[in-house]
């Protein structure tokens, strides 16, 4: 019988409000069916609408200066993003930064130039690309070309040498 009881006790507390932040009013079976006035609820879930200027219990209706809507949230701007559209996200960043997938992301310090939705297009001198991403050049190599790395080492080199030699039968 205590078993019952604090299985039963149990259920009371995992069905409880107070599991779901911000929730109001729950339903068994269903879940949230009310939120706090500081969130909204979508699928019977309370999200937080910190970033809602305006707002109805479902959605936010438009957003506080530093945040952007997609869908019915308010999400916080990318501090390295200068500009947002609706639903999407960022449109363009700060000098710097590259966009990728409506995001920002820092240029790498050897990165000459970089594409938004491709990332780093070109290397300082002493780096190579490859995979949109600049690399230190190994000394050993005397050159090195774009998404390859080292071609030729010198051993390389010296070995090209001698069978370019042995094919003009000098030796």
Known sequence: MKRLIILSLISVILSSTYLIEGCTKYKDGVGCTKCDKKYILINNQCFNAEGCLSKNDYECTSCRSG??????????KDENCLSVKENVGCTSCKIGYYLFN???????????????????????IGYYLFNNQCYKKDENYLTTKDNIGGIYAEMDIIYIIINAIKKMKIV
């Open 67 to 76: 945040y952007f809507l997609y869908g019915s949230l308010c999400y916080k």
């Open 102 to 124: 409506y995001q920002c992301y820092k240029k790498d310090e050897n990165c000459l130039t970089a594409k938004d939705n491709v990332g780093c297009t070109s290397c300082k």
